[in-house]
């Protein structure tokens, strides 16, 4: 408090603001050269306002002038060394005095975005870390979590980070590194296929190929939340265990390709064999013909 004092003091004789007696509920008030407008107010519950009279939070900064260049909150970092400048959330369940563990579905900080539509303010988007999982000494598993909507109704939860690192989109429960539950567009596709990235390589059965190529079921079909789009594929659930995934709400196509393609060449193979082999048939009738 001493030192909240002292930067209100250096403000007011920098800037030529003239603090005013407290009244009511009021611990400390702060009005312009005019002493009209509240610049700075502590109130006796303890909220703070910078630019209101009336904070609707513990500490709540208002800007009227909209175009300037010095508003909402900056912190900064000034030395040669690794630590950034910070905006920090602490958490804990019981008192300040007396913290204890969180638990599994406590949030742990969260960013809020409020738009006016004319007659209210709406809750539109949002950025929450919340625990998810079990907390131990030394771990408490955190996830974050983006919402967006064009109402306080309409929003809703889009895409979540795992405290593994798995990113979901349209899932909650990301069981890949990145796993979208719905459609998606790819205008330019790199697929890594490095083999340094990959262990336990081996040549794909040919057996086990034609017998997965012979389960697959093509179908068509629509999508629930674009039913005029007609689409051609297969249904997850029911594709063969050679090409399908952990979930089984997803396919990998890569899978279904590596399948064809082993099909189309022990195809070939045969297609090969039988054409040698009625190239010698033909030879023969002809041999036999010339006698």
Known sequence: MKRLLVFV?????????????????????VKDSGGINTVFVVRDDGTVGIGTATPGSQLNVVDNAGTSDFRGFITEQHNDGVPAAVFQFKRSRGTLLGPTALVNGDNIGAFHS?????????????????????????????????????????R????????????????????????????????????SS????????????ST????????????????KNSPQVAHNGFIAEDVPD????????????MDIVAVLTKVVQEQNKTIEALSAKIEKMERAFQGNKSL
């Open 208 to 223: 086990e190929a034609m017998e997965a190529f012979e389960k697959l079921t093509p179908v068509r079909f629509t999508y």
């Open 9 to 29: 003091v250096a403000v007011v004789a920098l800037a030529g603001l003239m603090a005013v007696p407290a009244f009511g509920a009021d611990k400390l008030v």
């Open 156 to 191: 809703a939860e889009r895409m979540r980070i795992l405290s593994n690192g798995n990113i979901g989109i349209g899932t909650n429960n990301p069981q890949y590194l990145l796993d979208v539950n719905g459609q998606i567009r790819v205008q330019t596709t790199v697929y």
């Open 242 to 253: 050679l090409v399908a995934q952990k979930s089984r709400d997803t396919i990998d196509p």
């Open 114 to 154: 409020w738009a006016h539509d004319g007659s209210a303010y709406l809750l539109t988007t949002s950025i929450i870390t919340r625990v998810n999982g079990i907390v131990s000494s030394g771990s408490v598993p955190t996830d974050m979590l983006f919402l967006t909507g064009s109402s306080s109704a309409s």
């Open 194 to 205: 490095s083999r340094k990235l990959k262990d336990n390589i081996t040549t794909l059965n």
